[in-house]
């Protein structure tokens, strides 16, 4: 089975800050990739995915995510925060292959983003 | 509003009863998950259906748990004899794409938040 870990359930930076989301994933061949995020009482909007095509993705809202296969990590991205920013972020892994199992998400813990004015 | 829809968005019940939600997904979708989300943590697949056709349940999804698909459209979930552990966030999910691509994107509905008492 796929696992996703997400360093760090809380993370804070002052407005303006570089924000940097960190994910690892076990996988023994390379997995559809995703970020997702998610504002209270709300559902879960995409951010950006990675699908084995560029490694460097870039997303909605100024986001972007780097695939590292030799260090299996997926980490997020934002040159500078915005007070829009706070909110919870889950990393997502999903099979590859064909199968029933096929496009079930397995998601982190999530991190918990606190922009400071 | 053309994005996955779930009624109630909450829901108070006492331990021991029935409660069932609903799902209306993206109507050209013909996959559908459903996810559940407890505090602190993030979603956990509970099922999966292919139009009507419910392929892949987890452990998760005990025998008290019990979800439907008619005719491929909107989706039940429905838990009976209701449990202070059922108290979660429930997501539905819908994906527009062939079986056997993990890559597309899962939209998510607002989620129905279940309290047991």
């Known amino acids: 089975a796929q696992s996703v870990t997400q360093l760090g359930s809380h993370v804070s930076v002052s407005e303006g800050a570089l924000v940097l989301l960190r994910c690892n994933y076990s996988?023994?061949?390379?997995?559809?990739l995703f970020w997702y995020v998610q504002y209270p009482n709300q559902g879960l909007q995409l951010l950006l995915k990675y699908t084995s095509a560029a490694t460097l993705v870039k997303g909605i809202n100024g986001f972007e995510a780097e695939f590292k296969k030799s260090e299996t990590s997926f980490h997020l991205t934002k040159p500078s925060a915005h007070m829009s920013d706070a909110a919870e972020y889950f990393c997502?892994?999903?099979?590859?292959?064909?199968?029933?199992?096929?496009?079930?998400?397995?998601f982190g813990r999530g991190t918990q983003l606190t922009v400071w004015p | 509003d053309t994005g996955v829809s779930q009624d109630p968005r909450h829901k108070i019940t006492k331990r021991g009863q029935n409660v069932t939600f609903r799902c209306d997904p993206i109507s050209e979708h013909n996959r559908l998950y459903w996810y559940r989300q407890t505090l602190g943590q993030g979603p956990e697949f509970l099922t999966y259906?292919?139009?009507?056709?419910?392929?892949?349940k987890s452990r998760l999804l005990s025998d008290r748990f019990s979800a439907e698909r008619p005719k491929g459209s909107f989706s039940t979930l429905e838990i009976q004899r209701t449990e202070q552990g059922d108290s979660a966030m429930y997501l539905c999910?819908?994906?527009?794409?062939?079986?056997?691509?993990?890559?597309?994107?899962?939209?998510f509905g607002p989620g129905t938040r279940l309290t047991v008492l």
């Open positions: 997502a892994v999903s099979d590859t292959g064909r199968g029933s199992t096929l496009g079930r998400l397995y």
């Open positions: 259906f292919q139009n009507e056709a419910q392929l892949e």
């Open positions: 999910a819908s994906v527009r794409g062939l079986a056997g691509a993990g890559n597309n994107e899962q939209f």
């Open positions: 996988s023994s061949v390379p997995p559809y």
